[in-house]
């Protein structure tokens, strides 16, 4: 019985370690958001968030921005995080209040606000998740696409 038991616990664990390994590869590669005018979206994220463009690409309906963070453009292309890639598209964003993208921040009032003053929208103003001392805000950029920016609670 128990060498049984030990055998089937064996199998067990090479069958988890094995479909765990299917995913080891697996990572966030981008987020995209779309745009009727990729230009000024690209604008809003470099004032709202800092963030720089890292290339560029041409399409039939206008550019597709890659932007990323960095304190300069170099460093905002030799960034591994994932980018933001705006798509511009002729009926702008699709309005799925499902669909967003979520930024980390050290403050997110101050974020929340210099996303305003780019020109986006608050549409709910920083506040404690419970009392995990997690802060989250949520704004949406001009083109109506909605952002989350979690602040971590501070250790």
């Known amino acids: ?11 067990l664990c090479i069958a988890l370690a094995a479909a765990s390994s299917a995913y080891a590869r697996v990572s966030l590669n981008s987020v995209r958001v779309v745009a009727k005018d990729a230009e000024a979206l690209g604008k809003f994220y470099a004032a709202a ?27 905002a292309k030799a960034n591994q995080s994932p980018a933001v890639v705006i798509m511009q598209t002729p009926a ?3 309005g799925d209040p499902v669909m967003h993208v979520i930024f980390t921040v050290s403050d997110a009032a101050a974020t929340a606000a210099a996303a305003k003053a780019a020109g986006g929208k608050v549409t709910r103003e920083a506040a404690q998740f419970g009392n995990t001392g997690i802060f989250i805000a949520f704004v949406v950029d001009p083109e ?3 952002i989350e920016l979690i602040q971590p609670a501070r250790r």
């Open 49 to 75: 968030f800092g963030m720089h463009e890292t290339n560029r690409l041409p399409t039939q309906n206008g550019p597709e921005l890659f932007m990323n963070f960095g304190a300069t453009v170099e460093a």
């Open 92 to 94: 702008g964003p699709a």
């Open 1 to 11: 019985m128990f060498r049984l038991r030990s055998r089937t616990a064996l199998a």
């Open 144 to 146: 109506g696409n909605a």
